[in-house]
């Protein structure tokens, strides 16, 4: 089945896959451009691999929790597309497809630097991460190998509980006093881990690989609905509100 992952809750993220198997993807990172970035970046995947969207088997998009605005790009942008292909919609934590993708780059073995478990941690802007703590039970296995034990949730850095684990992810290094990463726990020389450059922001292929995997043998998949932690920073003046709201 020809799968279309989408994900905006942070960078603006298309790919095209075959079940688990990646054809194209393209990912860029504006936070104030997801509205303008997103279409084209959808025709040029499929236009990469050679895909026409009425071939499309189903869209998976990455639900947050996310900051409002690029957030409700990428599930709109799902919604408009099951709606006019006819093919279901899938959603998936965002900081669960982070935690694969986490998981995909880091070494696969007893000694990987987050084999003993992990923080994602997204910006959510005003000071405050999005973020999940991951237990892994299969550090070979990025899709299945691992499971979260608390979150998702909204905190101030210093009020995320790691319970002395690395965190991972773009919250996790615009923070990292408060949440270090395994290059910083393992001290400067890294030694007694395999080390590797982990990345910052959910990779929309490992994010389709993840809904396909869930797909076939079961998992957490979400409705197509932003996930928000919070209220939005754009609010109606209580001066503009209607009397009964009020």
């Not at 990172?29 to 997103?38: A, I, K, N, V, W």
């Not at 050679?50 to 690029?70: C, H, K, S, W």
């Not at 959510?124 to 990025?142: L, Y």
């Not at 920073?233 to 709201?245: E, F, K, T």
């Amino acid at each position: 089945m020809l799968l279309l992952a989408l994900d905006t809750s942070s960078a603006v993220g298309v790919a095209l896959l075959d079940g688990e198997r990646l054809l194209a993807q393209e990912q860029h990172l504006d936070p104030r451009r997801h509205g303008e970035l997103l279409a084209p970046a959808v025709r040029s995947v499929l236009a990469a691999a050679g895909v026409d969207r009425r071939d499309l088997g189903a869209v998976a998009v990455g639900v947050g929790p996310a900051p409002f605005t690029g957030l409700r790009v990428g599930v709109v942008t799902a919604l408009a597309l099951s709606e006019a292909l006819g093919v279901p919609v899938h959603g998936v934590s965002s900081l669960d497809a982070l935690a694969a993708t986490a998981l995909a780059a880091a070494p696969a073995s007893a000694r990987g630097p987050l084999a003993g478990g992990f923080v994602v941690a997204a910006d959510a802007r005003r000071r405050e991460v999005h973020w999940a703590r991951v237990a892994v039970d299969d550090p070979s296995d990025a899709l299945a190998g691992w499971r979260r034990t608390a979150g998702p949730d909204v905190s101030a850095p210093a009020d995320v509980v790691t319970e002395g684990l690395p965190a991972v992810g773009r919250g996790a290094a615009l923070y990292r006093d408060a949440l270090p990463g395994p290059d910083v726990l393992a001290g400067a020389s890294g030694q007694g881990q395999d080390s590797v450059a982990l990345p910052l922001d959910p990779d929309p292929g490992v994010l389709g690989a993840l809904v396909a995997r869930r797909l076939a043998v079961g998992g957490e998949l979400l409705p197509a609905q932003p996930l928000y932690l919070r209220r939005p920073d754009a609010q109606v003046p209580a001066s503009l509100r209607p009397a009964s709201s009020r």
